[in-house]
């Protein structure tokens, strides 16, 4: 690849964690960099494909956790490429599934920087992957739909109308607000006995999951103290699930001592 004057910046999605679900692309990216700016969410394993020269920069970008500012990186992106340097920006899963990828191209498009997407796999379909949960059945589902539960301020997700469409439903960012959703999806009619599956880090060594119901989740995800990042897949399509490959976490989470 040749770099002029100004450099090039690579948008790459680092998967779910596991290396081995890289894209030889994403590979080549990572090996030819002299900038990497790394969210949270991308392994260390990952990174270990990282030329060896490349300076890496840990921008953390985390539901429920203190983040960098978006526009801060956007101008750490740019400032970076303007200088000559080749730059990858790596972002768990994909980029442009709930990556904000989508902003960092019209940021990068405004300056006039040459870049290219190099697609990962997205959590929510390796969450429920590992899983043996296929998003799609013909006999359970024809679609799917993937939301996220981080609601910005002014908006809001119409639960309601999702339990309606009948799609499985994948859910990013969605345990802190569990409770809403819940409640929104039963209004819409869902029953409370839907099959839900949660997974957390998922394709990694502490990956955890959880199969419950649209009535128990709640209670189940605070028995079984899961955290972010973890994806919550909804749908009939969770009955899919090979019993003996989910392992309860009410089994063996650890209990809060009594008070």
């Known amino acids: 690849m040749k770099v002029g004057r100004a450099g090039k910046v690579w948008l790459v999605g680092a998967g779910p964690g596991d290396p081995e679900l890289l894209t030889l692309k994403a590979v080549r ?23 060896p020269a490349a300076r890496i920069v840990h921008v953390g970008k985390r539901g429920g956790c203190q983040s960098t500012p978006q526009a801060f990186i ?12 080749v730059v990858v920006r790596l972002k768990g899963g994909d980029p442009f599934v709930f ?25 929510g379909l390796a969450a429920a992957t590992a899983a ?6 013909r006999d359970a589902c024809h679609g799917v739909a993937f939301v996220t539960g981080h609601e910005r301020d002014g908006s809001r997700v119409d639960w309601a109308a999702l339990a309606r469409s009948r799609l499985t439903l994948v859910i990013y960012m969605g345990v802190a607000r569990a409770e809403s959703l819940r409640a929104g999806l039963l209004d819409g009619g869902m029953p409370a006995t839907m099959p839900a599956l949660v997974v957390q880090d998922a394709t990694r060594a502490g990956e ?18 899961i955290g972010s990042p973890a994806i919550l897949v909804i749908g009939e399509v969770c009955r899919e699930t090979n019993a003996n490959s ?12 009594a008070r």
């Open 74 to 85: 956007e101008r750490l992106m740019v400032a970076e490429a303007l200088a000559g340097r």
């Open 132 to 137: 043996g949960v296929p998003l799609t059945h």
């Open 208 to 225: 955890r999951r959880l199969a419950t119901t649209l009535g128990s989740l709640v209670h189940d995800l605070r028995e079984a103290r």
């Open 29 to 51: 990216a990572l090996g030819q960099a002299q900038v990497i700016l790394a969210d949270d969410l991308a392994s260390d394993e990952v990174l270990a494909f990282a030329n």
């Open 246 to 257: 989910i392992r309860p976490l009410l089994e063996s989470a650890p209990r809060a001592s």
């Open 99 to 123: 990556g904000r990828g989508g902003e960092e191209c019209e940021a990068l498009r405004a300056a006039g920087i040459d870049f290219e997407v190099v697609n990962g796999i997205t959590s």
